[in-house]
């Protein structure tokens, strides 16, 4: 399978890129409030790719996948990282170490957004005769990190025009900054990682993994694609809720559709 995962960002742009974005992260990079509970969701955001590592982590192919284990330890540690910065520079609207909001802000930008990608996503694998665990896997980690780094550039940019406390978000930039430097470090694409999953040695493996490799040679690049734009206009939507929030309010991203 061939993908250009660079270009496919760029072809992405214009989600993330055009006035209605520009508005509702003005919005939320100038409002106290709303960036901290825009960085708790986005901590949820980094709890998907964990999550979807749980799913194939005892699996008989997991020995055969490039940096598991660390993929999963940097996505908890990508989420816990943001966590600690919001209790760092939020400490009036954190109560035992978690925001106030949490629960609130835990159902909509953590249960139901990723139970909405997920089931979504596995409807449309098995309409297609393409599900497994793996595939499920592989697209879900893939759009997800294409969210992230245009996501995090994003907000990186709009911090730098904010009316806060530059203080506060420089703060903010520098952490974001390190996590998309530890994304750079990958040595192999995800798509690469695909590939190689399909050259792999079959000799000693279940009929069952064997499956789930056959599955595998099914997935296209419009899969890859499909599932990234889903989950850049799913999170886009979470935020323009989230944008609309009066001040004082409890967030209403609770009703994200």
């Given amino acids: ?6 270009e496919l960002r760029e072809q992405l742009k214009p ?3 055009n006035p209605m974005v520009d508005s509702v992260l003005t919005r939320i990079t100038n409002d106290r409030n709303l960036l901290s509970l825009f960085l708790s969701g986005v901590s949820y955001l980094e709890g998907i790719g964990e999550l979807a590592i749980g799913a194939i982590r005892h699996s008989e192919l997991s020995h055969l996948m490039h940096d598991l284990h660390r993929h999963e330890l940097e996505e908890h540690g990508h989420m816990t990282c943001i966590q600690l910065l919001i209790q760092e520079l939020f400490p009036d609207l954190c109560e035992g170490g978690r925001h106030v909001f949490e629960s609130e802000i835990f159902d909509a930008a953590g249960r139901q957004f990723y139970h909405k990608l997920r089931d979504t996503s596995r409807r449309r ?15 879900f980690t893939f759009g997800g990190e294409t969210l992230v780094e245009m996501l995090y550039g994003r907000l990186i940019d709009a911090l730098q025009t904010s009316t806060l406390p530059r203080p506060l978000t420089e703060r903010i930039e520098f952490i974001f900054r390190m996590i998309l430097a530890q994304e750079d470090t990958h040595d192999v694409l995800l798509t690469d990682q695909h ?8 000799t000693g493996l279940s009929p069952t993994a064997v499956e789930t490799l056959d599955q595998l040679g099914r997935l296209t690049a419009e899969d890859y694609r499909w599932l990234a734009e889903y989950i850049i206009r799913e999170f886009v939507c979470w935020m323009a809720v989230l944008a609309r929030v009066d001040q004082g ?9």
Wanted: no cysteine; proline share 5%; net charge neutral.
């Fill in 1 to 6: 399978m061939e993908l250009d995962e660079r």
């Fill in 15 to 17: 989600l993330l890129w």
């Fill in 125 to 139: 694998l098995r309409q297609l005769g393409r599900y497994s665990s793996l595939n499920l896997y592989l697209l």
């Fill in 195 to 202: 590939n190689k999953l399909l050259e792999a040695d079959r």
């Fill in 249 to 257: 309010d409890a967030p209403a991203a609770r009703s994200v559709p």
